[in-house]
């Protein structure tokens, strides 16, 4: 069983910027960043492939968030910038056992993160 730790949530200014970060206890496959507001469902943020070349946004964040992942090191990245209060809520990472390539629904992961909060003040 692989546990999966988020860091790097906290409370920013909108405009401002913020690196999570998801450290896994071993070795994962594709992998994703979720993310749920108060009051709604869980959405996918952004995806990657196993070997990092493949990436999926939602239109939401494109261009202002960038997923990336260090095999060596099994560790998965989301680096935030120009946050607007509608990026508020608690971000998930989430990773398969085996799957290469992109992975978009929730109920396809194996392992999930506690969860970070990401609070963006107007």
């Known amino acids: 069983q692989v546990k999966l730790v988020e860091s790097g949530g906290g409370l920013v200014q909108a405009g401002g910027s913020l690196r999570l970060s998801c450290a896994a206890s071993?070795?994962?496959?594709?992998a994703a960043w979720f993310r749920q507001a108060p009051g709604k469902a869980r959405e996918l943020v952004a995806a990657?492939?196993?070997?990092?070349?493949?990436?999926y946004y939602i239109d939401d964040v494109k261009g202002r968030f960038t997923i990336s992942r260090d095999n060596g090191e099994y560790t998965l990245f989301l680096q935030m910038n120009s946050l607007k209060p509608d990026d508020t809520a608690v971000y998930y990472c989430?990773?398969?056992?085996?799957?290469?390539?992109?992975?978009?629904?929730?109920?396809?992961?194996?392992?999930w993160g506690q969860g970070t909060q990401v609070t963006v003040s107007s």
């Open positions: 990657i492939s196993r070997n990092g070349a493949l990436t």
């Open positions: 071993g070795r994962i496959a594709a």
């Open positions: 989430a990773a398969d056992r085996t799957r290469g390539g992109l992975v978009r629904i929730a109920s396809e992961y194996d392992y």
